[in-house]
């Protein structure tokens, strides 16, 4: 079966998220000085980021324990921007931070997606 074009839509929101993550990890980890309880959430965002890139493989390849791993990451993402709306990142951050984590949930979750990870 074809790859449906929401399985490549929700790979490629991976990459973008993890990119993201990763960058925001980053400035995260810098900006609080490596120890600060700010710097640990940004520790585990940039773990985080790295794994929803991995992810990302897998749902281009069409690997169904990606798709369980990435719902799975999506929603921790999802969480750690609500996180950091209470920890100073700022509301609209954290609304801009959750969007693509919850179109990637939409997609990999629509019938044709289900079908293409059973096949």
């Known amino acids: 079966m074809n790859r449906p074009l929401g399985v490549t839509l929700v790979a490629i929101v991976a990459w973008l998220i993890g990119f ?3 960058i925001g990890a ?3 980890i810098l900006g ?3 120890i600060t309880p700010s710097a640990l959430l940004a ?3 940039l773990v ?3 794994v929803t890139l991995a992810v990302g493989v897998g749902l281009w390849r069409g690997n169904n324990t990606a798709r369980i791993i990435a719902t ?3 929603v921790i993402n999802i969480a750690l921007e609500i ?3 209470f920890n100073g990142e700022g509301l609209f951050a954290g609304i801009f931070g959750s969007v693509l984590p919850l179109i990637g949930l939409l997609l990999l979750y629509t019938s044709s997606a289900s079908r293409y ?3």
């Open 117 to 119: 990870f059973r096949s």
């Open 83 to 85: 996180i950091g709306i």
């Open 72 to 74: 799975v990451v999506f």
């Open 26 to 28: 980053i400035f995260g």
């Open 20 to 22: 993201f993550q990763i």
């Open 48 to 50: 985080v980021g790295v």
């Open 32 to 34: 609080g000085l490596l």
């Open 43 to 45: 520790w585990i965002s």
